[in-house]
């Protein structure tokens, strides 16, 4: 059982907009920044989140992220059928000295 | 562009040792911190261990501390995890990542499948 909550699937229709939350604590969100990772189904995972706002060179800014005290979102605009993925969200937690990650979110795209 | 390639993954005895490396081009390896990550059949992700840039410091999950060994040599661009006393549960694919900053993760390997079994 993950320290760090995500809803096990999320889905939207193309051109929707879909938000997928992350839940931690003070010992991990509540004190570092949030990273998101998209997972292709059969490949690497791949940052497409840091620092809970900032978009990698190369990632589409349909992709946005937020944090409020202990919380973190990820939501995608313009939903397209390649956004299909399993999202993850992580950080750094100072309980544990190391580093947490959520359960993981399977995007559907309908 | 930064690549991560990671080998050594097999099916080993439970008690048997293993060892998981992870080669690192187009970056200054010697400047950045590493991790690796693991992701067991069907699972999600979990990190497992990570070293900073230097290498005197290492950090492990609860349930390897003690039987698994992070390691690098700059001098070959190679990070490391020494699998010592493996279980079932440490079956996964491993991915080696390079750390942007404190366990923000913007490079990863393409994995290697360690299966553990008798």
């Known amino acids: 059982q993950s320290v760090v909550t995500q809803p096990p699937s999320a889905s939207g229709t193309p051109g929707q907009r879909v938000t997928i939350s992350c839940s931690g604590s003070s010992s991990n969100i509540g004190s570092h920044t949030v990273d998101w990772y998209q997972q292709l ?4 995972p791949k940052l497409v989140i840091y620092s809970s706002n900032q978009r990698p060179s190369g990632v589409p800014d349909r992709f946005s992220g937020s944090k409020s005290g202990t919380s973190a979102s990820l939501a995608i605009s313009g939903l397209q059928f390649e956004d299909e993925a399993d999202y993850y969200c992580g950080a750094w937690d100072d309980s544990l000295n ?13 | ?13 439970p008690g048997r040792s293993l060892r998981l490396s992870c080669v690192a081009s187009g970056l200054t ?17 979990e990190w497992v261990a990570g070293i900073d ?11 390897v501390r003690g039987r698994f060994t992070i390691s690098r040599d700059d001098s070959k661009n190679t990070l490391y995890l020494h ?4 279980r079932a549960e440490d079956t996964a694919v491993y991915y080696c990542a390079k750390d942007r900053s404190l366990g923000s993760f913007d490079s990863w390997g393409q994995g290697t499948l360690v299966t553990v079994s008798s």
């Open chain 1, 41 to 44: 189904p059969g490949t690497a």
């Open chain 1, 98 to 110: 190391g580093v947490v990650f959520g359960g993981g979110t399977k995007l559907t795209v309908l």
């Open chain 2, 1 to 13: 562009q930064v690549q991560l390639v990671e080998s050594g993954g097999s099916v080993v005895q």
């Open chain 2, 29 to 45: 390896f010697s400047s950045h911190g590493m991790h690796w990550v693991r992701q067991a059949p069907g699972r999600g992700l």
């Open chain 2, 53 to 63: 840039f230097d290498g005197r410091r290492q950090y492990y999950v609860d349930s």
């Open chain 2, 83 to 86: 699998m010592s006393s493996p």
